[in-house]
């Protein structure tokens, strides 16, 4: 299978915005929850944001009103808006699906909130 491509980290101030996207396989796209993950340095991997098929969305409290999860089911593409950042926000970010597939990490996209 291939793995997703996740991409649109970078370097932001605090304040700032980022707009992530994972281009994932229809195979295991399709009909599937997908969701968004992150791992800070020393840290586990945690579940940031969640969006099903139909669309329904959950998210994290610690980004709920600040990140919206979107979708494209004919792209096969997942996206995270990702505004008023905050230094904590700053790790690796992650799409897969929701339960995890355990061999479908990709390489990951780092954001980085400095001043």
């Known amino acids: 299978q291939v793995h997703p491509v996740e991409s649109g980290g970078g370097l932001v101030q605090p304040g700032g915005s980022l707009r992530l996207s994972c281009v994932a396989s229809?195979?295991?796209?399709?009909?599937?929850?997908m969701a968004w993950y992150r791992q800070a340095p020393g840290k586990q991997r945690d579940l940031v944001a969640t969006?099903?098929?139909?669309?329904?969305?959950l998210y994290a409290d610690s980004v709920k009103g600040r990140f919206t999860i979107s979708r494209d089911n004919v792209k096969n593409t997942v996206n995270l808006q990702m505004n008023s950042l905050k230094p904590e926000d700053t790790a690796v970010y992650y799409c897969?699906?929701?339960?995890?597939?355990?061999?479908?990490w990709g390489q990951g996209t780092q954001v980085t909130v400095s001043s």
């Open positions: 897969n699906a929701r339960p995890i597939l355990p061999d479908y």
């Open positions: 969006i099903t098929n139909d669309g329904t969305t």
């Open positions: 229809g195979g295991i796209f399709s009909f599937r929850t």
